[in-house]
């Protein structure tokens, strides 16, 4: 496709249930970031993919966190046992490669609300 | 750790109106800058991207510059419309990761 793009645009889930995010980077592109934007705050930075490196997971607030990649496609952010505070907007950003200068193309972001 | 820090956090100005949005970062080891436009329930727009070794880049009636060694940025928009109402955002690049600032929300009224 032409950008970055997510799935589902919207998610409300219960309490406790988990959830899985998608996103689809830039064909070409690989390098994969995922970060969270509560209400109100700026972007937090949550894990990055460059091609099949280890992953830089720094970012996860916790171990109910996890994302996955599969070589330079499509990758999935997993929450388990979401909790309120879980409630954001989740952001998938795309680039050439990590080490270089590039710039980064965001997705649309799907909005999570944990009730 | 790196903190990004833009000013003001909210503007509104006249349509027509040159504007300056500000933004301060704490350490000048970064890659580059990026200036991104977030519309309300939309994602990110990037705007400028000024790599660590320039000083300034522009867009049309956008213009972006960055003082490494002081940590600042300024995003300059001459002749403002309203449809450049959003909340505008500075990010820095460090390493892998982009840290954001929380974003100047721009009003232009007609």
């Known amino acids: 496709g032409a950008g970055v793009s997510q799935s589902p645009s919207n998610k409300v889930t219960e309490k406790g249930k988990d959830v899985e995010l998608r996103c689809d980077p830039i064909?070409?592109?690989?390098?994969l970031y995922w970060y969270r934007q509560r209400l109100g705050q700026g972007l937090e930075f949550l894990i990055y993919f460059q091609g099949n490196s280890a992953p830089d997971k720094s970012g996860l607030p916790s171990d109910r966190f996890s994302a996955e990649r599969t070589g330079e496609s499509v990758s999935t952010l997993t929450i388990q046992r979401t909790q309120q505070e879980d409630s954001a907007v989740y952001l998938c950003a795309s680039s050439l490669a990590v080490q270089i200068n590039n710039e980064q193309f965001f997705g649309p972001g799907t909005r999570l609300t944990v009730l | 750790k790196q903190e990004v820090t833009q000013i003001p956090a909210a503007l509104s100005v006249p349509e027509g109106e040159n504007l300056v949005l500000n933004c301060s970062f704490t350490d000048s080891a970064i890659y580059n800058l990026q200036w991104f436009r977030q519309d309300p329930g939309k994602g990110l727009t990037s705007l400028l991207l000024i790599q660590s070794s320039q000083r300034e880049q522009t867009s049309g009636r956008l213009n972006a510059s960055l003082d490494k060694s002081s940590g600042r940025s300024t995003l300059y928009i001459a002749a403002s419309q309203p449809g450049d109402s959003a909340t505008y955002l500075c990010?820095?690049?460090?390493?892998?990761?982009?840290?954001f600032g929380e974003g100047t929300q721009l009003t232009v009224n007609p």
């Open positions: 990010a820095v690049k460090g390493g892998s990761r982009l840290t």
């Open positions: 064909s070409g592109h690989t390098a």
